[in-house]
């Protein structure tokens, strides 16, 4: 699989291709940019993707009406002459992102088009055109322009990735598949539905097939960092505890979803800082050897991020987006999720329930947390390690 190109670990400033219109918030879809077929008149054709979308659209309005748009840009060729101006026969799966600097979001995506690969039986990685109007993103560093990690990521992940803005005319697809939005994923539904389902491996699945379990997040994580080419001999490396163990703190940074959204930024953990100190300084004071890893992941290229998951034994943070990365934690990964009373969300309790990592979650009255009680269920979870 490809290997993302590196770049400095600076903080990213999001930047776009000169020239290349941005949109806002609500996607634009300039036509004729993703066609591909006709069924005849445009009244027709619009009745249809109606119809269509109707049938498979949830119930939600605003998502029914963002699907609808990419129906609508589809025409369903079932007689020739058609006219385009590009024929593509690989498989393609055409998406639409929307919060797609954040990375949980842009995680519900990779796992939507992953999904959408594995149900469709798609032989190999296929191509990706992105449907949506966002712009491709880069950072500046020293006047140099480097593309920012979660594009990285997708060029890694899939063979070819394509903006539909970028097609001169209509362009017709053999096999199209529509992915889901990173919205209708399991991921992002767990918060307001509700259903069982545990991890396990692919190997104990296929020795004793179980329809409350699922491997899906495990080997969808394992994409990831086989993409990276992190694998040792086709598997997932173990943990190097021979120097000592590796609690990852995974901070939280002032971001914005969208680059062009403007919004408040609030602190999930108002004293973050402190707590990590203190947790530096705890570690020292361990019978067994511990490093506490600063993850500053705005400050990584995606294979660090990954590298820094991989090698931790115990993950902790405040919510953020940054513990999604826990789709490519290895199995025996504890986890201490800091949770402000602003923020009581299940994301990430139910990625490790999906993942069958053991999951810890310390619940604060507001956004600050008592240092005695991150550093005793820190030594708790330690206990079990051994240490």
């Not at 009745?47 to 029914?64: I, Q």
Request: charged share 20%; proline share 6%; with cysteine.
């Amino acid at each position: 699989m490809a290997t993302a190109r590196r770049h400095p670990q600076q903080a990213t400033q999001l930047a776009h291709w000169p020239g290349t219109p941005c949109t806002d918030g609500t996607p634009q879809y300039p036509r004729p940019a993703g066609r591909a077929a006709s069924i005849g008149k445009k009244a027709r054709r619009r009745r249809s993707a109606h119809r269509y979308g109707d049938a498979m659209s949830p119930a939600t309005a605003h998502l029914r009406l963002l699907q609808l748009t990419n129906f609508q840009l589809l025409h369903f060729v079932f007689k020739m002459p058609f006219i385009f101006v590009m024929w593509i026969e690989e498989p393609t799966l055409l998406v639409t992102r929307f919060e797609y600097a954040n990375l949980f979001h842009t995680i519900t995506d990779w796992y939507s088009a992953y999904v959408s690969s594995r149900v469709t039986n798609l032989p190999d990685r296929p191509n990706v055109v992105f449907v949506d109007g966002h712009c491709k993103n880069y950072y500046m560093q020293l006047k140099v322009r480097f593309m920012a990690p979660l594009e990285q990521t997708w060029e890694s992940l899939f063979s070819n990735v394509t903006y539909a803005k970028s097609f001169s005319g209509p362009v017709c697809f053999r096999h199209a598949v529509l992915s889901p939005l990173g919205y209708e994923t399991a991921l992002f539904k767990g918060l307001s539905e509700s259903f069982s389902c545990e991890g396990a491996s692919a190997q104990s699945l296929r020795n004793k097939p179980d329809h409350q379990k699922t491997a899906r997040l495990s080997e969808f994580g394992e994409m990831i960092i086989a993409s990276f080419d992190l694998l040792e001999d086709g598997i997932v490396p173990p943990k190097k505890t021979s120097n000592g163990l590796k609690i990852l703190f995974v901070r939280r940074e002032d971001y914005l979803a969208h680059p062009r959204h403007s919004g408040k930024v609030e602190s999930r953990l108002s004293n973050e800082q402190e707590v990590f100190d203190a947790v530096e300084k705890w570690a020292k004071g361990q019978k067994c050897k511990i490093t506490v890893v600063n993850g500053l992941f705005a400050h990584m290229s995606m294979k660090e991020q990954l590298q820094a998951i991989l090698e931790a034994s115990v993950i902790i943070g405040a919510h953020g987006a940054g513990l999604t990365h826990l789709v490519s934690a290895t199995p025996d990964t504890k986890v201490l999720e800091i949770i402000s009373s602003f923020y009581r969300r299940p994301h990430f309790g139910l990625i490790s329930r999906w993942k069958s990592l053991e999951y810890h979650a310390i619940n604060l009255p507001g956004s600050y947390a008592s240092i005695p009680d991150v550093t005793s269920e820190l030594g708790n979870i330690l206990k079990g390690l051994g240490c």
